[in-house]
């Protein structure tokens, strides 16, 4: 017999539709998360028999089960982890801990890749086009290869696992990747993908005039609540806000705070770990403890969401010849300038900034983190620049 204890995400569940197709009905699965997998083994410890072996996969245990499942290894050899978070490099001193982040092609795996290549180099499970389709989806989905590579049918395989239950999700996968050559949704999950789609697109437009700006030690962090789509959310909430560091969204519902970043040199799991918690560079989460909850809800309640730079403009345009122009909160005025495309400057109600930057994105970059400005609509601009000029009329009328 097989036990299998592993995450409650698409990753996780790939581990089990893996087994399952290796294994039959000789394997027992349950998905867990993060906090609940410790009780998980420790109940297997204290209640299966020895010949069970125990596959535990995108988890990791806590230190005093670490000793105790070391215990069982050393009495049966019963046992296999499988990971791929860098949280989880220290059960690579194991004989049974094989935790790899990123392969010899300089690929990132996923969980679910990592079991793949364990159970055909075994001899347990045959390789085949549509599993090795569907495990490829799964890992650049869990990776964010896919957004990279334009691979959108990672992101549709992870919207249909949340659209149906865990059981259902299975029962489709299995069927399919026992039959089929290739890796494909059918007609009705296309249709009801699309939908979905739609609506996430909704949420997201939702979700921008919700976030807030806040600075957190050396990061400077968007915050909004949200109990949904957290990877669409965060990804597209650091695309448009790209001054932002990371951003962090939070679960009241399951008490949890996700974070997500766009950055190559912010590395999130690590923000994660100052809170419990953990997972990648770029996508990582943890609970919402007392002391992450003073630092992301009663530190930021307070603040108001930063308006979305207005989109349709045709004159008040980004590093445009003429100017840019900004406003934020307390109805300060920012013009961000090249006199000679060279240098940027900014203008404070009217007053020169110290500031000089070699970029026009540098100096947005600095606007935006340190004023919480917004790229103002055509019309303000147009009034901006009149009141301007009627101020000007009248001191030549005055001398």
């Not at 609940?36 to 596959?55: C, S």
């Not at 026992?178 to 939702?206: A, N, P, T």
Request: charged share 25%; hydrophobic share 40%.
């Amino acid at each position: 017999m097989y036990k299998l204890l592993s995450h409650n995400d698409l990753d996780g569940v790939g581990c089990g539709i893996l087994a399952k197709l290796a294994f039959n009905d000789k394997v027992r699965i349950r998905y867990n998360s993060i906090t609940a997998l410790d009780r998980e083994i420790e109940f297997f410890l204290e209640n299966d028999q020895q010949k069970t072996f125990l596959f535990i996969t995108d988890l990791s245990p806590n230190e005093e089960n670490e000793k105790r499942i070391q215990d069982y290894y050393q009495a049966t050899g019963n046992v296999q982890l499988l990971d791929h978070h860098k949280t989880a490099l220290h059960f690579n001193q194991y004989e049974w801990g094989k935790v790899l982040i990123e392969d010899e092609h300089g690929y990132l795996t996923s969980a679910t890749s990592l079991l793949y290549q364990y159970l055909v180099t075994h001899g347990l499970l045959e390789k085949t086009a549509a599993i090795s389709e569907f495990v490829e989806l799964v890992r650049q989905y869990d990776t964010w290869e896919w957004e990279k590579n334009g691979n959108f049918q990672a992101q549709r395989l992870n919207a249909l696992f949340f659209l149906v239950s865990i059981e259902e999700f299975e029962e489709k996968m299995l069927d399919r990747l026992k039959i089929s050559d290739r890796f494909d949704f059918d007609e009705f999950e296309k249709k009801i993908l699309s939908m979905e789609e739609e609506k996430i697109e909704r949420y997201i437009r939702r979700k921008k005039r919700e976030l807030v700006q806040t600075n957190l030690g050396d990061f400077y962090a968007g915050v909004v609540y949200a109990e949904s789509y957290h990877s669409e959310l965060g990804n597209e909430l650091g695309k448009e806000n790209m001054h932002l560091d990371y951003i962090a969204m939070i679960n009241m519902g399951s008490k949890r705070i996700s974070f997500r970043t766009v950055h190559d040199h912010i590395d999130v799991s690590a923000i994660a770990a100052v809170y419990g918690g953990g997972g990648h560079q770029k996508a990582a989460g943890c609970s919402l403890t007392m002391e992450a909850y003073k630092q992301f809800v009663l530190a930021t309640f307070h603040i108001e969401p930063i308006p979305e730079d207005a989109k349709r403009n045709r004159y008040n345009l980004k590093a445009s010849s003429f100017g840019t122009f900004y406003k934020n909160q307390q109805e300060d005025v920012f013009i961000l300038f090249s006199s000679d495309d060279i240098d940027w400057g900014i203008e404070k109600n009217n007053t020169p900034l110290a500031q000089n930057f070699a970029s026009f994105h540098e100096a947005e970059w600095f606007l935006k983190r340190n004023y919480q400005v917004w790229l103002v609509r055509d019309d303000l601009f147009v009034d901006y620049l009149m009141q301007m000029a009627n101020k000007v009329r009248h001191q030549h009328k005055g001398m």
